[in-house]
């Protein structure tokens, strides 16, 4: 599934251009993602815990997610190269207050009892893939959740190959 292009607010901007990532780049991995239909469900951004985890309200209820198949820099308990970049990208792609469809893949929850998540914006952008495609994040297999493993290590390899993000950064 490619990665529409979406918008970041002139502070991430700025901060990509900082940090060596230009804005979107067109002609993803594959074709769009699934239509919000396609997905289990949609839920409302309460906040931003770091650059792969956050809180929705799914059906009056508050969850913590875990984006499946990414891995960003830490922001806790200490500052990790490209860790704050990373989490101010989700909270650009997903702000509070945001309504997103998410869908599972095999094993709907982690060790750690988060919901194991992709999640898509009303206007089809794939956030886990959108953060890998830009250098805010990794790819990373966490199996049997491989639906976009394919993808997301196709946009990794372009990402480092373009330097973006933490690929210049650190």
Not at 8 to 18: E, K, P
Not at 50 to 56: A, E, I, N, P, V
Request: aromatic fraction near 8%; charge should be negative; charged fraction near 20%.
């Amino acid at each position: 599934m490619p990665v529409n292009a979406h918008r970041l607010s002139s502070a991430a901007v700025i901060i990509g251009l900082i940090m060596g990532v230009g804005g979107c780049q067109q002609g993803s991995a594959s074709g769009p993602p699934p239509a919000a239909s396609d997905n289990d469900g949609v839920g409302t951004v309460t906040s931003i815990i770091d650059g792969d985890t956050l809180r929705l309200d799914v059906d009056g209820n508050e969850v913590r997610v875990r984006l499946i198949g990414i891995d960003t820099p830490e922001v806790y308990p200490e500052v990790e190269c490209f860790g704050p970049e990373a989490s101010a990208a989700l909270a650009e792609l997903a702000p509070v207050g945001s309504q997103l469809t998410f869908a599972y893949d095999v094993d709907p929850r982690d060790r750690f009892d988060r919901e194991l998540m992709y999640l898509f914006t009303l206007d089809d952008v794939f956030i886990n893939a959108a953060l890998v495609e830009q250098g805010f994040a990794t790819a990373v297999l966490f199996e049997p959740n491989d639906r976009h493993w394919n993808e997301l290590r196709a946009l990794e390899q372009q990402a480092r190959d373009a330097g973006l993000g933490l690929w210049s950064a650190c």
